[in-house]
């Protein structure tokens, strides 16, 4: 929901590609310091707790958002405000969340576990898109800010029940080598090449994200489908998420992860042209539904290498390292924005569709690493 409702409500406030870019893009810049301290956080402190705390803030500031937003009039930079500290707590809680599931199954289960994870997660995107277009033609921003409260506030409640089992995992390692600071951290990942691939190939996301903060000028201005409309073509992200995923699950992926993560960029990027080509909503559905499909086979194929290339005992840390990269999401989406409005929708979502078939290709290419790394198959 909160992927259709910021968005939206920026472009109807102020009209601009580039505020869209800004308020996807900054609160994320902002919050890469505490990610750092979310990071220590999930190496000394169960990670079902940080997740409760974080997600019991992200309640209280979804509530606040929805006594703002229902005011008559308010002024962007209150919404921007509000959502910065949004984003600095998910940095922190982010460590916690992209390494538990490391600590529940098998290193031999880790491929389908992830793939079932994402298959989960789809289906409440699917609903969530769908619903949050729903509400904002219905009921408006302020109503969908308080669902959104409220399934904060669930899934609070929920990681009561998740026990961590680290005797599950495989090769847990010394945890008594480490000192809980990042000197550590900083040397395996200088010391481990697939890593530091696996951490250039993040940037990717600097230009598979143009989709994001451009979709819902395409679906408004192009397609002419607004608010609802940009709900469901974010749905159909998510149902071709849930089909992959699914398909993960019952295949364990045959193809290998380094593979897989060249063919989803690529396959992403040649959708986004076909996207800025179409003017046909089924057209651009179809699309979108693919490119879904493309995002939750290059995740999952991702996150499994990482996670196997990462000792236990440092995974929060390396992960908070590696959000470094994973800004290139928000930052792409900042730039975007002033491409689009400095030169059109079309330019920016062409030089987001090269850099997502070019950067993966030309790692592909030029490392042998890459190409020959053990996907725990």
Known sequence: MA??????????????????????GVPAIIAIGPTFFGGILADRIPKPKVLIATR???????????LFVAQDEFAIWYLFALLVVGRVITAIGFPAASTLIAEVVSNRDL???????????????????????????????ATAFSVIAVVYGLSAMVMLWVNPRPAQIEEIGDQSTSDYGFSDAFLYLRGSRILQLLFVLVFVD?????????????????????????????AGLSVGGVVAGAALVKSGSPVSAPRTIVIGNVGWGICMVGIDLSDRFAITLVLVVIMGGFAVVTGVAWSSLALRAMPVEMRGRLFSIFNIAFQAFFVGALLTGFVASAF??????????????????????????????????
């Open 344 to 377: 059109g929708l079309s330019a920016a979502m062409w030089i987001g569709a090269a850099g997502s078939i070019i950067v993966p290709t030309m790692v592909w290419t030029v490392s042998p690493t890459f190409r020959s790394a053990d996907d725990g198959k």
């Open 206 to 234: 600097l230009f598979t994200v143009a989709l994001f903060p451009l979709l819902p000028f395409y679906a408004d201005r192009v397609l002419g489908a607004g608010g609802t409309g940009f709900g469901i073509l974010m």
């Open 3 to 24: 992927g259709v409702v910021y968005p939206w409500i920026v472009l109807q406030q102020t009209g601009s590609p580039a505020w869209v870019g800004i308020v996807i």
């Open 56 to 66: 019991f803030l992200q309640m209280n500031v979804a509530v606040l958002l929805a």
């Open 111 to 141: 491929k389908s576990a992830n793939a079932a994870r994402n298959v989960v997660g789809e289906l409440t995107e699917i609903f969530g898109a769908g619903l949050g277009g729903i509400v904002l033609g219905l009921a408006g921003p």
